[in-house]
T-cell receptor, first 116, second 110 residues
Framework: DTAVSQTPKYLVTQMGNDKSIKCEQN?????MYWYKQDSKKFLKIMFS???????INETVPNRFSPKSPDKAHLNLHINSLELGDSAVYFC???????????????FGEGSWLTVV | QKEVEQNSGPLSVPEGAIASLNCTYS??????FFWYRQYSGKSPELIMS????GDKEDGRFTAQLNKASQYVSLLIRDSQPSDSATYLC??????????FGSGTRLQVQP
């Protein structure tokens, strides 16, 4: 069973389009994240949600809008796609307990977005 | 200054040697540290975590933490070609999300 699953895995779309990436985790974790990995492999936090509440909202264009209908799901909608949005988007989750290991992050398989 | 810094590599070692991967962090608030391995085209997978100063061993892997020097390292003993990947260091800076370094690419030569 996949612990953190996201769809689609590959997405090729034209500039200006709107697209969504869906994510679900079956680990019972309280916190979910969206990370963006650029061509240089740098993983950067975009958003995090804890029990459906937005916790982290980094400096991301407001064309990116996360939505968490429940604590097991975190979707990412992107409006008016631009060439620079091409990247790999990873969904992740963590337990978020008070223990040091609580923030161990488990990643989904990634969504490869290419904007042409 | 980046919060978590790693040498991008590539670090090339012969099969059977010890690979030493290093990471420094700038925020002294950081308490927990993680090493992830990422194969090309795949997602990062956790190798080890370390929270206390000193060494922590798990099989062929040893993580080392020195909070005074703000330094974390990962040693891979008896390196195998299958260890060839990018290794990402991450720190929990208390922001409720891990902050990652840019990764070190390791190449193990058969």
């Amino acid at each position: 069973d996949t612990a953190v699953s996201q769809t689609p895995k590959y997405l090729v779309t034209q500039m200006g389009n709107d697209k969504s990436i869906k994510c679900e985790q079956n680990l019972g974790h309280d916190t979910m994240y969206w990370y963006k990995q650029d061509s240089k492999k740098f993983l950067k936090i975009m958003f995090s949600y804890n029990n459906k509440e937005l916790i982290i909202n980094e400096t991301v264009p407001n064309r990116f809008s996360p939505k968490s209908p429940d604590k097991a799901h975190l979707n990412l909608h992107i409006n008016s796609l631009e060439l620079g949005d091409s990247a790999v988007y990873f969904c992740a989750s963590s337990q978020d307990s008070s223990l040091p290991s609580g923030n161990t992050i488990y990643f989904g398989e990634g969504s490869w977005l290419t904007v042409v | 200054q980046k919060e978590v810094e790693q040498n991008s590599g590539p670090l090339s070692v012969p099969e059977g040697a010890i690979a030493s991967l290093n990471c420094t962090y700038s925020d002294r608030v950081s308490q927990s540290f993680f090493w992830y391995r990422q194969y090309s085209g795949k997602s990062p997978e956790l190798i080890m975590s370390i929270y206390s100063n000193g060494d922590k061993e798990d099989g062929r892997f040893t993580a080392q933490l020195n909070k005074a020097s703000q330094y974390v390292s990962l040693l891979i003993r008896d390196s195998q070609p299958s260890d060839s990947a990018t290794y990402l260091c991450a720190a929990d800076t208390g922001r409720r999300a891990l902050t990652f370094g840019s990764g070190t690419r390791l190449q193990v030569q058969p």
